[in-house]
């Protein structure tokens, strides 16, 4: 069973075209993360997701159903980025109170909130009104609100926009260790943290999905970024695709790709692009070796 799937998902607020068309399949598993410019779309995508909101048109799905379905009650949770404690009532009174929410028993809740807070590091501030807590341990706070009743799929907006070095750290460990029973989405412009977190990253911008890339096969294998003279022709690139130690070619513009290809022989593929662009009759203007997340989505 797939965690998401959308079929060219749009969503209009009014004139506005927020979300454009935009289909992805992704499984279980390691954290997502969702990136792109500000009013890319990505908080929209998540309020689709969480069924706040219903699409203009076509389909999404969270393992086979349709969000804020009531098969999906308690296996999807989201944090927004100013998802605030309520400053009146003690963290364990307020996480309690959500777990109740969640159909648990006031026994199951106490244990559960219990739980959730060592999952964070967070049980010595469990009798804390969030007024004392820092801007960290709030943060902890909430990410352990989003483990109540162990969802499947936890999308995060921006989880460590504002926090210290180490609290940030503290952050990303908790969602390594929780990514072995739960999948988390993460929104977020800090590309290098996403790196250290992330295996799948989707690109948004202008509510388009322009691309989806795995960070671990970009770093276990190599890609070459190249620039032709003339707009690119199909034919073109699936010769391309034909060629060997060739993994996947990425169009990222008229006259650009990106090669992903595993290392074989030193030079194989310059070699190999060299002879295709020769017996083709067309000249390149740049063949760029690049390997980091940045390159990858902004490779142009
Ligand atoms: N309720 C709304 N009514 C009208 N337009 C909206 C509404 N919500 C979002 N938009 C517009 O839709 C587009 C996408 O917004 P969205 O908030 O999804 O982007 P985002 O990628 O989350 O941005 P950011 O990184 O700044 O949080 C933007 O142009 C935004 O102005």
């Known amino acids: 069973m797939k965690l998401i799937e959308c079929n060219n998902l ?23 993360a969702l990136v792109g410019p500000n009013g890319a779309g990505k908080t929209t995508l998540f309020s689709l997701l969480c069924g706040y909101i219903l699409p203009s048109s076509g389909e999404v799905s969270i393992l086979g159903h349709k969000p804020g379905s009531a098969s999906l009650h308690n296996q999807v949770s989201a944090l927004p980025q100013d998802a605030a404690l309520d400053p009146n009532f003690t963290v364990e009174t307020q996480l309690a109170f959500f777990a109740r929410l969640q159909g648990m028993s006031s026994k199951q809740a106490k244990q559960e909130v219990k739980r959730v807070l060592e999952l964070v590091d967070m049980a010595q501030s469990a009798k804390l009104k969030p007024l004392s807590l820092s801007h960290g341990m709030t943060k902890r706070v909430a990410i352990a609100q989003a ?10 907006d921006e989880p460590t926009a504002g926090l210290d070095p180490a609290n940030a750290r503290k952050v990303r460990e908790i969602v390594k ?3 072995a029973n739960t999948t988390f989405m993460i929104s977020s412009h800090n590309l290098e943290e996403l790196e250290k977190l992330c295996d799948k990253v989707l690109y948004l911008e202008n509510g388009q999905l322009q691309q989806s890339v795995s960070i671990h096969s970009t770093q276990s294998s190599e890609y070459l970024t190249v620039t032709l003279t003339n707009n690119l022709e199909s034919e073109l690139i699936e010769s391309i695709t034909r060629i060997d130690s060739v993994i996947e070619v990425k169009q990222t513009s008229e006259q650009q790709l990106v090669i992903e290809y595993s290392k074989s022989s030193p030079f194989y593929i310059e070699r190999t692009l060299l002879e295709l662009f ?9 063949m760029l070796a690049g390997r980091t997340l940045e390159d990858t989505l902004f490779a142009k």
Request: aromatic share 4%.
């Open 278 to 286: 020769e017996s083709n009759r067309l000249q390149y203007k740049s």
């Open 147 to 156: 483990l109540i009743g162990s969802p499947k799929l936890v999308l995060l």
């Open 10 to 32: 749009s969503k209009k607020y009014g004139d506005k075209l927020a979300l454009n068309s935009v289909s992805l399949t992704l499984d279980s598993g390691e954290p997502i």
């Open 177 to 179: 260790q929780q990514s």
